[in-house]
């Protein structure tokens, strides 16, 4: 599978990877946290680790590490504005439910490794 970005999240990526000359793409992954059990982190990379999978779309890198690799394979990422806010969301199809409020999500038979 794969992690694939929409045309507007590639358009949002392009512009915070301008602004960090030094960076080698989007880190991708999750972290535990709310009351789904994973909440998502997207952020600007400095470095790509050796154990990272790095997926290539359109001259953007998304880097995963292995430990969220099994949770978020397959996500599409879609960058959204509605009214002021602006946000990354995420078309996950390992996600089995998602919290009340969005924040964070659970799965079905992919514990985390490690």
Not at 5 to 10: D, E, G, K, Q, R
Not at 46 to 71: C, M, R, W
Not at 76 to 84: A, E, M, N
Request: proline residues 7%; aromatic residues 8%; negative net charge.
């Amino acid at each position: 599978m794969a992690i694939r970005l929409t045309p507007t999240a590639l358009d949002r990526a392009r512009r915070f990877l301008a602004a960090s000359p030094a960076s080698v793409g989007l880190r991708f992954g999750v972290r535990k946290t709310g009351c789904s059990g994973w909440g998502y982190e997207i952020d600007v990379a400095n470095i790509k680790h050796p154990d990272d999978t790095v997926f290539e779309q359109d001259g953007i890198a998304v880097l995963v590490n292995p430990q969220s690799l099994p949770l978020v394979d397959g996500t599409q990422i879609d960058f959204v504005r509605k009214g002021l806010n602006q946000e990354f969301v995420f078309d996950n199809p390992n996600a089995a439910a998602a919290c009340g409020c969005g924040e964070s999500f659970t799965t079905v038979d992919k514990p985390l490794p490690g």
